[in-house]
């Protein structure tokens, strides 16, 4: 028999083998391509963008949360590297509470903006039902989805600090310090992220899908407006940190708890100093370890509640309202007279009532506008050993041009917010480019929402500070500047918006981060410090009141006879919009 020689092994280079790795990738598991889906929906889905990049999401997420301690860290190195000058020992307390207190809101928040992905919804019914994966397998993916999503925010949003801020501070005890800022920071993201987690879960456990979405939105939007009234808060709260990290008060508040584990962990202060704050890092212990655990053990019943309330379906509702009926009829005779008015305004109405993306967009800016009405009214003082919260006058007058911009500009981004528009195709079809009735309807609608609240705000003034009472002219006053500002203000947003809300702007632009600042840095406090200063001079006679009413009217004046022509421009126009080439495409037809 011939005998056959053993084949030599071919030797191939290393640009050849990794060109032959490359081309063959692993196979990815099942329960991988789950987690990756799962985390992935985190940041695009419609409450992101519509069509947005998943990763560009991410990163932008990631800086968005890292940013704010990275810029405080930096200011901190100047304070603390001035010659011949060493930092009280309060004063480092006080930089150290910043960072807890961010971890908390941030983390508070980022759930809060998330908390409709958490569970099942009925995109997952309807697809990953009717694939070949286990329910378990889905649980368990969504859950570690979760658990990265947690875990990569909490990192993402304190890596800068813990690198630069060793530099900044310039610790005696380096490991000692990284360990307590680790800890401290660590478990105070955890705790805001599992307490709102837990939160949800529980409340879909107990009252069900159909109850839970009732006040749902009310918990969203108080616990919003808590967690940006604390971060605004920290200048005044900073001030007084002996006295209420040794009150009872303190037992309440969770930052101070973390506060407390990171001023025990770091030690060098005297036993009398730092003995109030054992107390309050064994609660911060057990806040960490009973808001995961509560989290862990109410997510599988929360899971089963809401799967079982998607697969049964909601009941039908009347579209029929008998309690808003009378309201409509003032409307249609007053605001909405027109139909094509009418028609939008109610548009407008049940897409913000119905769509998830847009009562998160409310309820992230009423929850900030809430915030800094209460940051800059309230004021924290001691009196005989006793804290106390007054309210300043200049702070008080300040809430009304805080509500009318929040209000105003908080529609019209919403108005604007990019989504999934491909129902916008029915106005194209039925009324063409969008005509003035149809804008119009956009600005009575914000106006009069403007209006409620910033007279709602009047109101409350009224009742926190009853000495505002005392002159009608004062009350007058204020009464101008809440009509005023809302009217004005409603003008100058949409003084160039020409579209329907809702169907105007394009799913896939990308939008410019700092342009969409400029409003809010630049013109708010702008508005706000003119307004507050320029109150006591034109409330000191009823002759000056007048004047600056007759300025304003003929502003509106002017800038309604702008916007009305800007709009006949735009309807007289030949050109093509930016999607009208495309638009019997969308519709799977053909010219």
Known sequence: MRHHRAAKPIVESLSVLSVRQAADPPQSTQFRILVRHFFERFFAHEMASSEGDSRTRLLQVACALGLPNFVVTLYLYTPYHLPHAVRPYWAQVSDRYFYVLYSFVAMGLLTLFEWDLFFPDLLDLCVLSHLPVRSGRTFRARVTAIAMLIAIAVGTSNVLAFIVLPAAVDPPSLFRFWAAHSLAVTSAGVTGATFFLALEGVLLGLLGDRLFRKVALAIQGVSVAALLAALFSFPAVSRFLPDLTSSSAARWFPPFWFLGLYQTVLGGAASSEIAPLHALA???????????????????????????????????RSAHNV??????????????????TRAVWHFISQNLLRVPRYRMVLVMVGGAGAALVFASAARIGIASHRLFLAFSPDGLRAAVPIVAFWTVSGLRSTFLAPADQRGRWIFRATAGKASLPHIAAARRWTLTCSLVLTLAAVLCIALADPRFLLTPRFIAGQLL??????????????????????????????????????????????????????????KATWSRLAWVAAICLAAHLALSRLHRGRIADHLSQIEADDDEEEFPLRLGLRY
Request: glycine content about 4%; charged content about 10%.
């Open 481 to 538: 500047v809440a009509v005023a500002l809302s009217v004005l203000l409603t003008d100058a947003f949409f003084l160039n918006v020409k579209s329907i809300p809702f169907t105007g702007a394009k799913p896939n632009a990308a939008a410019n981060f700092a342009l969409l600042l400029i409003p809010y840095v630049g013109f708010f406090p702008a508005i706000v410090m003119f307004t507050v200063a320029l109150e006591p001079q034109f």
């Open 282 to 316: 064994r609660l911060g212990f057990a806040a960490t370890v009973s808001c995961a655990a509560l989290a862990v053990l109410s997510y599988p019943l929360a899971w089963l509640r809401r799967t079982r309330s998607l697969v049964e379906g909601a009941a039908r």
């Open 323 to 340: 309690v808003a009926a009378p309201f409509y009829g003032v409307l249609h005779l007053t605001a909405a007279r027109q139909p094509a």
